[in-house]
């Protein structure tokens, strides 16, 4: 890959969401994820929530099993996800809030506050050999906090950017345009690797894209809802035609 390319990552949680709503084993999202790998994304994100309202264990299992590209297994820093975490050993593990109440993560993960538990938490999925991601808001304190503890990557939340821009308020959304900025060149600059996702579009895409310091977008509601009308891998080949001209 380029040195200035910019990596595609596809979140399938909500393959899983379809599925569930009749409770029977279509759509596959291992399938799904399969489909993705073969139109050219980069990776596949999972998000196995504490009341497994998408993705399964199951599903992890048979992720891991099929999937060539890297698996990003997001979690809540809880025991239980650390022991499938440390079961599975995937290429990522990306830490994230979770709230039961919530429709989807609000936010980024409290680091600062939550330094020393985080540090301990992350030690032995670094052992085993996963990447240790963690999803944090355009926050100095909280990336620098990320980098304390040992991360090797953070992940901006880009959710309050793309809501301005679909709301139509376009002074708040440059004012979280530029936060998103210089946070992630800050931490570039601290030796972090830089992701972004939540919420992202065809329409607001572009300029995130365009960050250089940012490596990979992670993107999944917006992509399995587009694949209704056009199809998945049409939907990730417009996404990428919009990553890399925006990049190029």
């Known amino acids: 890959m380029a040195e200035n390319s910019l990596r595609l990552g596809l979140n399938i949680d909500h393959v899983a969401t379809v599925r569930n709503a009749r409770g029977?084993?279509?759509?596959?999202?291992?399938r799904a994820a399969k489909m993705a790998e073969e139109a050219g994304v980069d990776g596949i994100t999972a998000h196995l929530r504490e009341d497994r309202r998408h993705i399964m264990d199951a599903d992890i299992e048979g992720l891991m099993q099929a999937l060539t590209v890297p698996l990003n297994f997001e979690m809540a820093a809880t025991d239980e996800m650390q022991a499938i975490a440390l079961r599975h050993k995937p290429h990522a593990v990306c830490i994230v809030p979770e709230k039961r109440e919530e429709r989807t993560t609000e936010g980024g993960l409290?680091?600062?506050r939550e330094e020393n538990k985080l540090a301990h938490f992350i030690a032995p999925l670094r052992d085993a050999g996963c990447r240790i991601s963690i999803f944090v808001a355009a926050d100095q304190k909280q990336i620098e906090a990320a980098h304390r503890i040992g991360a090797d990557i953070v992940e901006l939340h880009v959710g309050a950017y793309c809501d301005a821009h679909a709301e139509g308020d376009f002074q708040l959304?440059?004012?979280?345009?530029?936060?998103?900025r210089k946070m992630s060149t800050y931490a570039h600059s601290l030796g972090l690797e830089v992701h972004a996702g939540h919420g992202l579009t065809y329409d607001c895409v572009g300029p995130i894209a365009a960050f250089p310091e940012v490596q990979?977008?992670?993107i999944g509601h917006f992509l399995i809802g587009e694949a209704i009308f056009r199809g998945l891998t049409p939907a990730v080949h417009e996404m990428?035609?919009?990553m890399d001209e925006a990049r190029g």
């Open 216 to 218: 990979e977008l992670n």
């Open 110 to 112: 409290e680091v600062a």
């Open 24 to 30: 029977g084993a279509y759509p596959d999202p291992v």
């Open 240 to 242: 990428r035609r919009l």
């Open 173 to 180: 959304r440059d004012t979280e345009l530029d936060s998103l």
